[in-house]
Structures are given as C-alpha cells and as structure tokens.
C-alpha cells in the first residue's frame, strides 16, 4: 500500500539485494528493530549557472546529513538553498522503461497511453514511460498484464525547464558526483541539460 516503499523494495530486487537484507531494512525502517531511527529529507541548491539541485536523504542524523550536504555545495563551487527554492521547479513522477526491440513505435505509445502513462519517448532501444506518482504502479501492473517487460522503475523527479551547462559541465558534474557518494544521499536531481558535443567530450576524459 505504501508505493515509495514499494518502489525501494522492486529496485533493491533489480540490483540483487538478498531477501533478508531487504526485509531487515523495512523492519528497521518501521521500527520493528530496536537501534536508529531513520527519516527522509529533502535539501535543495544551485550549482554552476544557476542549475537547480535536489538532494533527497535519508538519515539516521539530521546535524550530520545537512553538514555534509553544506560542505559539498561549497566546497564544489554551489551554494545550498532553503527549502522551496529550487523543488518547485522540479515535477514528482513515475518513470520506467520497456525494451523497444520488435515493437511499433506508434502502436507501443498508445498502449502505454491507455495503461495510464501521461507521455511515452522512444529513446535509443528502450521507451521511457512517465506517469503520475498515483498512478505509477497501477501503470506498472498494465503493462506487464500485457507481456512488457517494465525496467528500471522508479518514482523521479523531472524538471519543467533546464540550464545550459555545456561551460561548466566539468565542475558540475563533480558537485553532483560528490553529492550522490554521500552516504546518506538517495538520489541527487538537477536541471540542466548538455550538448551531445560537450557530451561526447566528457565520455573521451
């Protein structure tokens, strides 16, 4: 009933996590195991360019997370924000993707359309699929009672504009980097976008 929860479990499943490590996680986030008491957070940045940066934590100590979230901005050249500042600019949805080999571009779109997908992009050899949050796994649930394989879900946060980082792209791309290592980091959102040029460059480094 508890769709993030739901989520964090199917993506642990993806990436081979053993059973009883995923439910010994669950319990200790529910309390059922004594020892510490964890929570979800939200901090929010600017990194080069004015580029919106969300960090979502979870943590067993608020002091420790947002010290560490603070010295990151800072020592990378961005600056943390107060909350509001730049998650407004940011829109929460589902996201996962099915394999396009053999399927009908067109065909495809529709069928995701009528599962409950809010848009559908064709995007090298796979469709990425988006959906409201509320929706999402009843989405997920469609399309595989249909045959397709749903990879790669998640619950996302997708920005309505973005920045021109092609300038910066090195400095930014190792604030956000030392960001997502954080221990306590989850997920790490920004809004900027690069040329496939500037792209193809940072591949050869």
Known sequence: MNPRLRTAINTAKENNMPKENIERA?????GEIEGAAYEEITYEGYGHNGVGIVVDVMTDNK????????HAFSKYGGNKAENGAVSWN???????????????EEEFMMIAIDAG???????????????????????????EKAGYP??????????KTTVNADDVATKLLRLIDFLEDLDDVQKVYANFELSDEVMEQLERE
């Open 150 to 159: 749903v990879q790669n879900a998640e619950l996302t946060r997708v920005p």
């Open 26 to 30: 669950v319990k200790r986030g529910t």
């Open 90 to 104: 940011f829109e929460q949805k589902g996201f996962m993707q099915v394999p396009s080999a053999g399927l009908d």
């Open 63 to 70: 002091n420790r997370s947002v010290a560490e979230i603070r």
């Open 117 to 143: 997908a809010d848009d559908v992009e064709l995007n090298e050899d796979k469709f990425d699929i988006f959906t409201s949050p509320n929706e999402f796994h009843q989405v997920i649930g469609n399309l």
